[in-house]
């Protein structure tokens, strides 16, 4: 079994300590030496506990992870700007009250080829909230976004620690208070 390269130091050290797998440090190894140690310790484990911040439940889903390329890391950098740029764009069409003269598109066509293009690519939170800002037009259908299930289940934690802190408030009083030290 070898590690796919794309995955970094830093996501197989969150792997390791998540796990409780038993390399001591991991963060002193480098990449080659993590991976060799990690493949090392996969091999002795027969199964691991299902954790909320990793994408998968089971010690098989874990080693198919680790075989193919990291689904967080399907664009090269030169792609990832092309995306962001798009949404940009979409977001500035968006924010001058759904107006083609306003920007730089010639007509619906060229936006909805943005928006088909950058869809698929739900993991980047600018493309989120470009199509989020997009499906507020009431006059245009709504387009759906693909989101891949590990930053659906990181939105769903989010979104409950969201729900706890509201429910936690400072409550301010004003008035006299009188305090007493024995």
Known sequence: MIIHKTHSKLELVKIIIELNIKIKNPRQYKKVDLSALLIDQLGTIDNIKASLHLPFNNIIDL??????????????????????????????YCRNGYNLQNTDYNNN??????????????????????????????????????????????????????????????????????????
Do not use: T, W
């Not at 934690?157 to 706890?164: C, D, G, Q, S, T």
């Open 109 to 182: 066509e060229n936006i909805l080829q943005d928006i088909n293009c950058i869809k698929k690519h739900g993991a980047i939170p600018s493309v989120r909230k470009a199509i989020k800002e997009y499906n507020m037009n009431p006059i245009k259908e709504i387009v759906d976004i693909y989101i891949p299930p590990h930053i659906l289940k990181e939105m769903e934690i989010k979104n409950k620690l969201k729900e706890i802190g509201k429910n936690k408030c400072i409550k301010f009083q004003k008035g006299f208070f009188q305090l007493k030290f024995d």
């Open 63 to 92: 080693k198919h992870y680790l075989i193919n390329v990291n689904p967080n890391k399907i664009l090269s950098v030169r792609d990832k700007n092309d995306i962001i740029h798009k949404c940009k764009r979409i977001k500035h």
